[in-house]
């Protein structure tokens, strides 16, 4: 398995010349980096609050590229389909069930590269993470590519984004492939990886002292 710390030379260099800017933006602190996986070839699963999320977690994941799976009406933008695409996002139509992304982000992991995607489908500012619905896709991507997940929780005050506002990117531990092949169907699957991104973020807030 390939390891993705090679990243592409493009996003080594709008890394380098950006990560200092967006941390400020955004108000990033990352909380256990540790739990970052020294190599590819796994999922990372988030809440879904704001469009600066795939921002912030690209900024935390600092040993591995993370290619988020991204809806598809921002490709049919001029130069920003360009720019995303050199940044390794690829396409989804969340309106239904895109085979040929799913199918996509599969072969990716299997090899060796870190694919990044919400679970929730689409942003919920403001509301607990625990009351929006979540769909199938982690779970039916875990099962095809037998790989693990590193739960990501995006802590904000009461779940809203602001500029330089307090972002906190929590990297929780990888479940491993073994866990998630013991809880029977890709809805079971989704939903504990669900609840364990829940959970990160529940603690974190509570440790903190931060409102959800």
Known sequence: MKNNQNKSKFYRVMYALF??????????????AENEPEAGGYLICSNHVSASDAVVICYAFKKNQAHFMA??????????????????AFPVDRGGSDVGAIKKAISMIKDGTSVAMFPQG????????????????AGLICTRAECGVVPVYVLRKKNTFRLFKRTYVIIGEKIEKATLE??????????????????LGENTARELGVKL
């Open 182 to 199: 013991t809880l029977g169907d890709n809805a079971a699957i989704t939903e504990y990886i669900f609840d364990k991104i829940c959970t």
């Open 19 to 32: 990560a200092g800017i967006v941390k400020v933006l955004f108000g990033i602190k990352v909380i256990n």
């Open 122 to 137: 689409h942003r919920h500012p403001g509301v607990d993470p625990r009351n929006t619905p979540v769909k199938n896709g």
């Open 71 to 88: 809806k598809k009406e921002l490709f049919k933008i001029p130069l920003l389909s360009g720019l995303i695409r050199l940044l390794g």
